[in-house]
C-alpha cells in the first residue's frame, strides 16, 4: 500500500510593517561581509588578465564631501573637509585611475559609462571639475562613453557649475530632489531647500542635458500622505525625463539609528514598508497617467528610447568597473573589490603608489548566477535564454523552488522564456530576492 505524499506548502510571504535597523536594499551580490582582506590577491590577479570579449569597461568615481550629513545618510561621506584635503583626494583618485590604465585587464578598452557619485560631486568648485575630468581624459578617454551620469545636490548649483558639469560631457544630470517640502528636508538632515530645486531644474533644462532625473525618497521623517502626493504632483509639473524612487531604509550607521539606539526604540520614526510601497505604488501610477513608463522597481521614465540607465543595466550584465574613491566598489574579470573605506588609508596607500583595495572575493560561477538573476529581477522582468546563453544554466530549474515560493505568493509569472514580476512584486522586490541567495548568504547583513 503507497501512502500519499501531501505536496510542501511554502510558508506564507512575512509580513513587514515597521520600517526596523537594517539594510533593505541589494546592490550586489554576495553580500559584502563575504568579501575579505585575504582575498584582495585575486583581485590584483584579475587586474593582470586580458578581458573577456565584449565586456564593457565603466568607470565610478565616489566624491565623498556634502555639506550636511543627512539623518538616513548611510554613505561614506565626509563634511568637514578642506580645499587642501579635497585636492590632495583629486590627485589621489587620479592617481588611481593612472595605475590602472597600465594594467593587462584594460585591454585596450575605454569605457562606456561613467559615473560620479557620492556623497556629492557637484560640492567640488568649477576648478576642481575641469581639474579632474580633464586628467580622467587624458588617462582614460571619455570619446567611446555612451552615458557620464553625474549626482547633484540642489543648494550646490550655480549656473555657472553646471555649465562646466555640461562641458564635461556629462549625459545624465541626477538631482537629489528627495522631497519638496522644506520643513521634511530640514528635518531629515538635507542641506538643500525647496526654492533650489526650481532654480536647479531651470538652469539644468536651459543647458539641455540629455536627460534630467529627479531622485525622491518615499517615507522620510515625519512625510504625510498630503506631503508625498504634493510630491508627486510637482514633480509631474517638471517633466524629468525620468524619476527615481527608493523606499525609505534605516541602516546601523545613520544618525536616525544612533538616535533610536539611545532612546532604545526598535521601530524606525518612518512610515511602515506597506505604507512606503503604497506610496510608491500611487506615485507609479501618477507618472504613467503622466505618460511614463515604469522601468525598474525604482525607476520611471518619460521616453522609454532616450532615458536610459546604461550604467545599471551593464554593471548588472556583468560589466566590468573601476570603482575609484574612498569606499567604492569595483569588478574586474570575474572578481569583486572594494577600496578602503576611511579617507586617510585611502589617500596614503595613494602616495605610496599603491592600489587601496582592501577587500574582494571571487563568486562561483553559481554565485555569479545568481548575482545577474537577482539584479535583474528588479527590472521587473528577466528571459530565460539570456541565462542559459551565458552561462549555460536552465534558470527555470535552477531556481524551480525560489520560482515557485514567489509565484505562489502572487507576485511572480512564468511564461515561456519570461520570467515576470507583477507591481507588487517589483515593489518588494529586494525582500524577495533572499529566496535566491545560497543558505549561506541568506538573513546575514549587507555591510
Ligand atoms: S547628500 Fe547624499 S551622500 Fe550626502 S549626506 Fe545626504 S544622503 Fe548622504
Redesign the pocket.
Known sequence: MTTAVAPVQPAPVQPDKETTVGNYFVSNYPPFSFWKPEFVGDAFAALERPPNDGTHLGVYLHI???????H????R?Y?DKNSTAIKGYIEAALKELRLYAGKPFLGGRKPSFIYFG???PS?LSVDQLRHLSDGMKAILPWDQADEITF?C?PGTLTDHKLKAIREMGVTRLSL?V?NFDDHILEIN???HHSKEIARAYRYARELDFPQVNIDLIAGMVEETEANWRECIRKTIDLQPDSVTIYQMEVPYNTTIYKQMKAEGRLVAPVADWETKRHWVAEAFAELEKAGYTVASAYTAVKDKEKARFLYRDRLWAGADLLGLGVASFGHVGGTHFQNHHDFEPYVNALTDDKLPIYRALTPTADERLIRELVLQLKLGQIRCSYFHDKFGVGIRERFQAPFRILQDWGFLTLRDDIVSLNRDGLLQVDRLLHEFFLPQHKNVRYA
Open positions: 565623498p564631501f556634502c555639506r550636511k550629513r543627512c538616513f545618510c548611510y554613505f561621506v563634511t557620492g556623497g556629492t560640492y549626482e545636490e537629489g528627495e538632515g538635507r542641506a
